[in-house]
């Protein structure tokens, strides 16, 4: 069965601090991998998105990276926290294809 | 323009009843329709998945499609405590790589 690994669960980290976070999935082959972001209050925003090895499209500009080493390997990286990049951020993974998606369990970031 | 549109709520509903929630979306491109519940703290999980016009069953829940109105809604039967969560609408437009995108989400009230 397809599953999906995102850790850690929650994280406080001081502003100008480096992140990384990392997304596993199992499972499947070539997925399409989502990071989104959901702040207090507010809907899902997609920040990026891999349809494979190296391929990472943005959607929304920030100071925040990605990064897909592997297949099923997914990581968000930022050289230094904003207060701003506080949230509850979402891996997911879909098939190709127009596919529903499915999300890890989330890691909620505190920074401050 | 990737819009999708929900009642935020709370949408407060006696127990045993039908909760219907609604959706509408901007994006004529959209193909893949779906409803996630989020849970207070936890991700997203997905409840129903609809492609095309008409309603769609599965179990308490029914799903409905109205892709000339853009309209999207859920009904829940027999509505049980259990149900209180945030209901998220996701569309996929054509191609469907850049992932889902989500509306604000709902806040259903199930009252015992």
């Known amino acids: 069965s397809q599953t999906i690994h995102q850790w850690p669960a929650t994280l406080v980290q001081p502003v100008g601090s480096p992140l990384s976070l990392e997304c596993t999935v199992e499972?499947?082959?070539?997925?399409?991998l989502y990071w989104y972001r959901q702040a207090a209050g507010r809907g899902l925003q997609l920040l990026f998105y891999?349809?494979?090895?190296?391929?990472i499209s943005s959607e929304v500009p920030q100071n925040l990276s990605a990064s897909r080493p592997q297949d099923r390997q997914f990581i968000l990286s930022s050289k230094k926290l904003l207060l701003s990049d506080s949230g509850f951020y979402l891996c997911?993974?879909?098939?190709?294809?127009?596919?529903?998606?499915?999300f890890g369990q989330g890691t909620r970031l505190t920074v401050v | 323009q990737k819009e999708v549109e929900q009642n935020s709520g709370p949408l407060s509903v006696p127990e045993g009843a039908i909760a219907s929630l609604n959706c509408t979306y901007s994006?004529?491109?959209?193909?893949?329709f779906f409803w996630y519940r989020q849970y207070s703290g936890k991700s997203p999980e997905l409840i129903m998945s609809i492609y095309s016009n008409g309603d769609k069953e599965d179990g308490r829940f029914t799903a409905q499609l109205n892709k000339a109105s853009q309209y999207v809604s859920l009904l829940i039967r027999d509505s049980q405590p259990s149900d209180s969560a945030t209901y998220l609408c996701a569309v996929i437009r054509r191609g469907g790589a850049d992932g889902l995108t989500f509306g604000k989400g709902t806040h259903l009230i199930i009252q015992p």
């Open positions: 891999s349809v494979g090895i190296g391929q």
């Open positions: 994006d004529r491109g959209s193909q893949s």
């Open positions: 997911a993974f879909a098939g190709t294809g127009v596919t529903e998606a499915f």
């Open positions: 499972g499947t082959s070539n997925p399409n």
